[in-house]
């Protein structure tokens, strides 16, 4: 049976794994080869290495951390933050990356995201999407509205509309993140996710507001996520993408455990 | 163990030179070199994306030196669309032929209410008899991306269920190939690896 996945998310800056809240009071959590590895023998199912600076002098130590990382990592690697162009995501795949996640750069010129797939495979293009619910819409829910900038700028689409527009481009799969929900702890926001995610055939990772391990469950089932994106709930209670599966296991959720 | 790995421009091969190395595995790539394939002591073929990537390997001349290195008895993997490479065809790319080693062809996963592609971890119930999946345990899992697949047969070496009962992996002789990648499949990747690195043929 296929199973849930639970994706770990390293933040990166300037080589060194970072906690903080909203981009702010950044505090040093570790070395991401040793985190991502941790996290792969401890039953993660894929890591996600996100550069959370992303400046241009910063690029060739981002591509030292992933080619640091990737070295003894065997299970799918992707990397977000700061690409550009399709030789910024080739030099990621150089140094070891499976798949490269892009968002603004996507927004602003969307060809970008059938010109990766068409050199990498698409199943390598992860289009990222913050979207923040329309509480003046018709269908709040389903015209939520896409922001860039980490949720400062709108970006002038709908959520469900550039999810569509992005398969189409030929993404492999959208990580969908609910800025209204992210960094609460209160839950993802399963109505959005669940709309993104019958809306395209393609797998919908879902980001944002996990706080216990019934917010999993609740994505996968209400929310019809693919897979799951498990950041700060290892920093937060949960020991181990071990200790998560393992709940959810026993909540009836199909989920890989590790060997 | 010295192993080649066969180089056609059809995705990255960073993953799968990475695993190889890893247990290892002396590794050189053909990047055109037909002489490599003629001289090949162990061939794997990777492969992402479309059916029609394989094109090249005819346009390349690769495909009369893999046939032949086959036939000499080199033991032959495919991951993925190298997999399905080995069938007659794929629905993907009608005008395109496979190898024809297996004469079956593969095809689209059926739509209905699940996603296609199929991506993600799923087990493999393994055949007895494989040499490729020795040690792999029931319901062990394997990560697969991909949108086609190739019957099941008798020659199925592991059967893995999506909307239908798919080939995971398929076996004969000298001839591997699996539809999942084991480069990005963990400690059960890596050992499927091994036994294909240490078949003996």
Redesign the interface.
Known sequence: ?????IIACLDVHAGRVVKGVQFVDLVDAGDPATQAARH?REGA?EIVLLDITATHEGRQTLLDTVRRT???L???FCVGGGIRTARDAEQV????A?KVSINSAALADPSLIGEIGR??????VIVAIDARRDPLAADPVRDAQVFVNGGRKPAGRRAVEWAREAEQRGA??ILLTSMDADGTRAGFDCELTAAVSQAV???VIASGGAGTVAHFAEVFARGKA??ALAASIFHFGVSSARALKEELAACGVPV?L?? | MRVTVIDYKAGNLTSVLKALRHLGAEVEVTDGNLALVESAERLVLPGVGHFAATRRLDATGLTPAIRSAIARGVPFLGICVGMQWLYSGSTEAPEQPGLGCFAEQCTRFPEGSEKIPHVGWNSLDVRNSSRLLAGVAPGEFVYFTHSYKAPVTAESAAVTHYIEPFAAAVERGNLFGVQFHPEKSGATGLKILKNFLEAAC
Request: hydrophobic residues 40%; aromatic residues 8%.
């Open positions: 049976m296929l199973t849930k996945r792969a199912d990737a070295r003894e065997f299970v799918p795949f150089e140094a070891g499976d050199s990498f495979g698409a199943q390598a492999g799969e055939s393609i797998p693919d897979a890989r590790p060997c």
